[in-house]
């Protein structure tokens, strides 16, 4: 059994990616092979900032040791320094039919009106993205809720493949899809993801906040007049409040409805006071260990070097069979 998972160098990670991807990654690593990728590849299906991107690369990789992944046991590397996921890639995007990525509502929703002035690269990511996983032969790929639909076509490609060279080689890869919050939503709108692309800053809480800005953000994040309810079947009428709850529930790790029967019919200018202490306690020490991770780059650097090493290892034979199945001589 062997985990991928990855997160892209865009921005700065925030409580989305942590609570409903590192979080859980952090126990996973104890029972699974973990491959913990920062996909800088995917990245630049946007345009990006070079010296960003790279600074973002070594930011990603503090914020996966700052939340308890041990470099030792699993392997933290960036994907471009891998080239077996672009050669993986290519192999399998002939073997996807356009009808396939046509469906993908992440594409319809980054590219919008600009259908068809977008890079042909933010189309053909999830084809690049079945390509990290299968080229590990990973069986299982922790990640938030968004991903869902991307890790059904990362199925769909492997067994395409498989029947296409008559044999089993890739696993059909199982989502893990885990926790309290497993779509974290924007605290301007209850109605949309929390992430990295949308323009405010208050939308999110960063795992670099300081506890002021946490404790700003989450007094200005929107709610509705009503008190909290007393019973969870009531919070999908209240996106807002099911989001904040969900939060809470997801930093206590306990059911939302515990978190019901402490604060329903209470007001917001209660519940949220106690929040703020709740994400400060969780969010904070993160953040400084992130600070002094990336004081140290050469200490980044050496565990994307190894990382990238081992990567390869367990890449390159895999690589090596799949071309040999579609008779693609490798000298
Ligand atoms: P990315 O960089 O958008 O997000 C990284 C991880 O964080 C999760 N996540 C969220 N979870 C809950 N609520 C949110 N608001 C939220 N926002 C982000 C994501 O689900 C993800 O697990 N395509 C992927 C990266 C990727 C990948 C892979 C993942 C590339 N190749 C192979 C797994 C396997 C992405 O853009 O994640």
Redesign the pocket.
Same mark, same amino acid.
């Given at each position: 059994m062997r985990i991928?998972?990855? /997160?892209?160098p865009?921005k700065n990670? =925030?409580?989305?990616?942590?609570?409903?991807?590192?979080r859980n990654w952090v126990d996973l690593q104890r029972d699974f092979q973990s491959i913990f990728?920062v996909?800088d590849l995917?990245a630049i299906t946007v345009p990006q900032d070079p010296a960003e991107l790279a600074a973002q690369t070594r930011e990603v990789v503090a914020a996966y040791l700052a939340c308890g992944i041990d470099a030792e046991r699993s392997i933290i590397f960036n994907?471009a320094s891998v080239a077996g996921h672009a050669q993986l890639g290519w192999l399998l995007s002939c073997q996807t039919p356009l009808g396939w990525l046509n469906r993908m509502t992440?594409f319809k929703d980054k590219a919008g009106k600009n259908r068809d002035s977008v890079g042909l690269g933010l189309y053909a990511?999830?084809v690049?993205?079945?390509a990290?996983?299968l080229l590990y032969k990973?069986t299982h790929?922790? /990640?938030?809720?968004?991903?869902k639909q =991307?890790?059904e076509l990362?199925r769909d490609i492997a067994g395409a493949f498989n029947r296409l060279v008559g044999v089993e080689h890739f696993p059909l890869?199982v989502p893990q899809i885990l926790g309290q919050?497993?779509?974290?939503?924007?605290l301007r709108d209850g109605t949309k993801?929390?992430?990295?692309s949308e323009e405010s800053d208050l939308s999110?809480i960063n795992l670099m906040d300081s506890a002021d800005a946490i404790a700003n953000k989450l007094k200005k994040a929107k709610t509705d007049p009503e008190p909290l309810p007393y019973e969870t079947a009531d919070l999908p009428t209240r996106p807002e409040a099911e989001n904040l709850v969900g939060i809470m529930a997801a930093l206590q790790n306990c059911d939302p409805q515990k978190i019901l029967n402490q604060y329903g019919g209470k007001n917001f200018s209660e519940f949220k006071p106690a929040l703020t202490d709740a994400m400060v306690a969780a969010i904070v020490p993160i953040g400084d260990k992130m600070r002094n991770y990336m004081a140290d780059q050469a200490y980044i650097d050496g565990i994307l070097v190894k990382g990238a090493h081992r990567a390869r290892e367990i890449a390159t034979p895999i690589l090596a069979e799949t071309h040999k199945l579609l008779g693609i001589l490798q000298f």
């Open positions: 991928f998972s990855g /997160v892209q865009t990670p =925030h409580i989305g990616n942590y609570l409903g991807a590192i990728c996909v995917h994907q992440q990511y999830p690049l993205m079945a990290d996983i990973a790929v922790p /990640v938030g809720e968004d991903q =991307h890790l990362a890869p919050a497993t779509r974290v939503m924007s993801k929390m992430s990295k999110r």
